[in-house]
């Protein structure tokens, strides 16, 4: 019934969106297939079944807080606490599996679980106490990386062979990494159809719109952050099968890495508009980046100077190719 | 509404009276902590962040999305190029803050261009120079920083030269009320006000929006670089990361401060207050001895319910 009474105006809107997401997407298109030249080109065996696999594993932990931080902007809000969400749940599902084998199902339910707490509280004060998201994640973070330190004070423990193994195999030779991402990606195209999606991105849009179209705007704040900690809860245990061994310290970078992806793959940070996909995208890009910054040999010291340039040079080719928007 | 009810209700107020009341349960559970010494060197402390938050209560003023993420780093790098200088001797002390100061304006002017130039939202652009700028203390220093304070910024810091007081709270001092009659008094002020305001509006009326906006991002970043020319006074050596953890302590400053995060609505007393809040409650942990992860913990269930007191935002409803 909502739906009839919204519908001339939604229409628009969305014809609006498509718009603006197509635009943003060609910039990122651009660059992903620039990046993936240019890396190619530097490094050939990255096409090897071994350089995908190894760079696919690499990049994972990024790309997943990307999409989890994606579906928070979306829904008009900011996760600065989704490298400490990774980092706890990592730590929780590390001490969960003690290194064994057996125990690996119940470190993914542990890591998943942590992850969606996190997320919950962060949506809870977000959504109910009506806190500004950049401060209170920010808070947040505090809170989850405290908790990271009590869990697991020093760098350590064992990740079971199962699950590192896991990680870097292939499967029919596609591996194991890539089949995550695309498990990731078509996880979105199913819940872009869900309710709860449409809600989010409404929310996003225009909170008071979205209210008086009768979209629990609050229960959907609540649930992009609770989906976003689950997905960086993944993450968390990417890492691990990444790693090895856990680190409570890790996830110090991840967050505003994760800003800058979702930027760059043409998520308006206004809220409403873009989809996960461009972020896997982003993630990718400057991840890439730093791939080709050490692979054309400059000093290390100047290697961050570098991959910040290019971050920037990247941004400011989206936000050229993305239309403005009403003030 | 009665006229108490009001005055308790100012953001400032409440951030006061939060930072007295710290320092008075910080005494009754360890006696000395509420000592006139001690409360002297949290000041001392609370003056870098304070600072450096004024150059973010402009920016977040101009409104606008306005934010700095890249104070913290911009005060490392000012404070290393200024300690490399200076190296240790007073002669030089001079043109080591002049030359940070100058390398500091270009990066704010940077952003400001990113910003009102290309569009780039603030978030992103001062995110994306917060990574062009670790780089450049990477190259700059080859991953060693080296260099010392002059006496005279040490002793500026850690002496108590000033009526017993050490000269850098006279410098917050009179730097907080130079901004503030700036902020209240002078054109720029207004026109500061009228951007974060209502962009539209203000560029109707007249206001280079464009101007005070790069203006707004020069300012923050030269605050940025005095903020941590000042902590290297206090540590006397120049650290690769010295100030880095200072952005957002410095965001959260000005929201405690009451300043809208929308911007136009606020002013820096309020900030000022915040970064004395934030520094007592991080002394106030460190002082009862606490594991560290409860204190990373309890600072920041303490910063959501501070927060909660007033920092929220309208209810859709209202």
Known sequence: ?327 | MTRAVRILRDPVVVAALIAVLLVVVGGLLRPGFASPGQVVDMLRVASFLGIIAIGQTIVVLSGGEGIDLSVGTVATLGAILASRTMAGSDALLVPGVLLALGVAALIGLANGLGIVLLRIPPFVMTLGMLGVVGGLILVVTGGRADGRAAPALVSLVNGRDVLGLPGILLVWLVLGIVVTLVLRRTVFGAQLYAIGTSREAARLSGVPVRRVTVSAYVLSSLFAALGGIAMVGYSQQVFLNLADDLTLPSIAAVVIGGTLVAGGVGGYLGSAVGAIVLTVLTSLLTTLAMPEWARIVVQGVVLIALLAVYGRQRRLRA
């Open chain 1, 1 to 327: 019934m909502t739906d009839v009474a919204a519908r001339p105006s939604q229409t628009s809107v969305l014809l609006d969106r498509m718009r603006g997401v197509r635009v943003a997407s060609w910039a990122t298109a651009g660059l992903l297939v620039l990046a993936v030249a240019i890396a190619i080109v530097l490094q050939p065996n990255l096409l090897t079944p071994y350089g995908i696999a190894s760079t696919f594993a690499t990049f994972l932990p990024l790309t997943l807080v990307a999409v989890a931080q994606a579906i928070v902007v979306i829904g008009g809000g900011l996760d600065l606490s989704a490298g400490a969400i990774v980092a706890l749940s990592s730590v929780v599902a590390v001490q969960v599996m003690q290194g064994q084998d057996g125990l690996a199902g119940l470190g993914l339910v542990a890591a998943i679980g942590v992850g969606l707490a996190c997320g919950a509280v962060n949506g809870l004060v977000v959504s109910r106490l009506r806190l500004q998201p950049l401060i209170a994640t920010f808070a947040s973070a505090s809170i989850f990386s405290g908790l990271a330190l009590l869990v697991l004070p020093t760098p350590g423990g064992t990740v079971p062979a199962l699950l590192t193994g896991t990680f870097r195999q292939a499967i029919a030779t596609v591996p194991t990494s890539v089949l995550l991402v695309v498990a990731v990606a078509l996880g979105w195209l199913v819940l872009r159809r869900t309710r709860v999606m449409r809600h989010i991105r409404a929310t996003g849009g225009d909170p008071a719109a979205a209210y008086a179209s009768l979209v629990p705007v609050q229960s959907s704040q609540l649930a992009s952050y609770a989906l976003s900690g689950a997905i960086s809860g993944l993450a968390g245990l990417a890492v691990l099968g990444n790693a090895g061994s856990g680190d409570p310290f890790i996830g110090g970078d991840l967050a505003l890495g994760s800003v800058a992806a979702v930027v760059v793959g043409g998520i308006a940070l206004r809220g409403g508009i873009g989809s996960p996909i461009g972020a896997i995208a982003g993630a990718i890009i400057l991840s890439l980046s730093s791939t080709i910054l050490f692979a054309i040999g400059l000093p290390t010291s100047w290697r961050a100077l570098a991959a910040g340039v290019v971050v920037i040079l990247a941004l400011a080719l989206s936000a050229l190719g993305a239309p403005r928007r009403r003030r």
